[in-house]
Structure formats: structure tokens, C-alpha cells
T-cell receptor
Framework: AQSVSQHNHHVILSEAASLELGCNYS??????LFWYVQYPGQHLQLLLK??????LVKGIKGFEAEFIKSKFSFNLRKPSVQWSDTAEYFC??????????FGAGTRLTVKP | DGGITQSPKYLFRKEGQNVTLSCEQN?????MYWYRQDPGQGLRLIYY???????QKGDIAEGYSVSREKKESFPLTVTSAQKNPTAFYLC?????????????FGPGTRLTVT
């Protein structure tokens, strides 16, 4: 089964700083990759997903992620964060065995 | 308003009691899932169901049971055999349960067992 590793447990940034959250997975087959976000007091919701085509995918609220197959990575980026981006971010991988795996999550705190 | 509802939001039980968490969806999704979320461990899959009257164990099914008698409902029972039941439980659904499907999540139930 696949596994997912998120490198940072807690990231603290000031507003307007650039963001990159790391996500690496281990799986030898075809992967479908997701980033979910959980804002304080809200449901988990999808930020973006990749399953084929252009490895640079754009999601909601200015987020993007790049799939680098050779590095087994799917890092999440945003050029300029806002206070409202404070949330917990989860990377998830689903292989062709349809066995979704989530990372441990990264808590992002954006200071105004 | 389509979505997933979980009730109750907070649940307290004494050790040794079984407890059932409710999950209902009106999205007409075929697949439904139960996850457990613990701090620093992300989401771990307990059970999932891709069709009515069928379900499969996830990574941490021991001490839990489910049923899927109706498409819209997927209740989870936390039995007294679950060694560490205090956690945040999330229910999710997806259209057909395919590998490319996005999952839609409910608000969660926080269970405390003392």
C-alpha cells in the first residue's frame, strides 16, 4: 500500500510570505494526488487534485501544486499567503488499487 | 442543500459501552467512508463501502463495525473492543468510489470515552 509523508507539522508565516508545503509518497503504480484543507471549525474540503496531464495543477484560492514523478512529490504552493489561509492541510494519494492514504497534515498559521 | 451530516457533534460514553455514530448523505453518492483523525496522524481509514449491502475493512477496522442498508446512510459502531476509541471521526462520500474521485467530508463527531 502507498504511504504519504508531509515534512512539516507546523508552519508559521507572515502575511504576503510565500508558501510551500512538502508532500512525498511511496507507490510504484499510477497515482492520483490530492490536497485537502481544513479551516478552523469547517469541513475538510478539496483544494486541488491531479490525475493526469499537466503536472502543475491550480486549485482554489490561488493554490497550486506540482507533481514531480521522479521525486515522488506533490508540493503545495501559494505565492502570497493571507491570514485566512490559516488551516490544516492534508496531502492524499490514491493508487490504482483505490486505497486512499492521507498524510499526517501540516498546520499553517499566518500572522497578520 | 446537498451534503453530509454527522450527528451528534460531540458524544460522551462510558468505557464498555458500544456507541453508534450517524452519517447521512444526500449527494446520491455510491461510495461512503469512515476515517478516524488523531493529532499528528492524519486520517486513517476504518471502513468503506462502494455499494449498498457491501463494505470493506480499512487499515484500522478492529473494534469497529458498519452497515450499509441504504445508499444515503453509513452508520459506524464503536464497540467496547476498540482499545482507544476517543477520537475525531469523519465520514466522507464520493460519486462512485473510483481512484480519481474527490471525497466530500462531513463535519465530524468527536467521541470521548471515559
Amino acid at each position: 500500500a502507498q504511504s504519504v509523508s508531509q515534512h512539516n507539522h507546523h508552519v508559521i508565516l507572515s502575511e504576503a510570505a510565500s508558501l510551500e508545503l512538502g508532500c512525498n509518497y511511496s507507490y510504484g503504480g499510477t497515482v492520483n494526488l490530492f490536497w485537502y484543507v481544513q479551516y478552523p471549525g469547517q469541513h475538510l474540503q478539496l483544494l486541488l487534485k491531479y490525475f493526469s496531464g499537466d503536472p502543475l495543477v491550480k486549485g482554489i484560492k490561488g493554490f497550486e501544486a506540482e507533481f514531480i514523478k521522479s521525486k515522488f512529490s506533490f508540493n503545495l504552493r501559494k505565492p502570497s499567503v493571507q491570514w485566512s489561509d490559516t488551516a490544516e492541510y492534508f496531502c492524499a494519494v490514491n493508487g490504482d488499487n483505490n486505497d486512499m492514504r492521507f498524510g499526517a497534515g501540516t498546520r499553517l498559521t499566518v500572522k497578520p | 442543500d446537498g451534503g453530509i451530516t454527522q450527528s451528534p457533534k460531540y458524544l460522551f460514553r462510558k468505557e464498555g459501552q458500544n456507541v453508534t455514530l450517524s452519517c447521512e448523505q444526500n449527494l446520491n453518492h455510491d461510495a461512503m467512508y469512515w476515517y478516524r483523525q488523531d493529532p499528528g496522524q492524519g486520517l486513517r481509514l476504518i471502513y468503506y463501502s462502494q455499494i449498498v449491502n457491501d463494505f470493506q475493512k480499512g487499515d484500522i477496522a478492529e473494534g469497529y463495525s458498519v452497515s450499509r442498508e441504504k445508499k444515503e446512510s453509513f452508520p459506524l459502531t464503536v464497540t467496547s473492543a476498540q482499545k482507544n476509541p476517543t477520537a475525531f471521526y469523519l465520514c466522507a462520500s464520493s460519486i462512485v468510489g473510483g481512484a480519481m474521485d474527490e471525497q466530500y467530508f462531513g463535519p465530524g463527531t468527536r467521541l470521548t470515552v471515559t
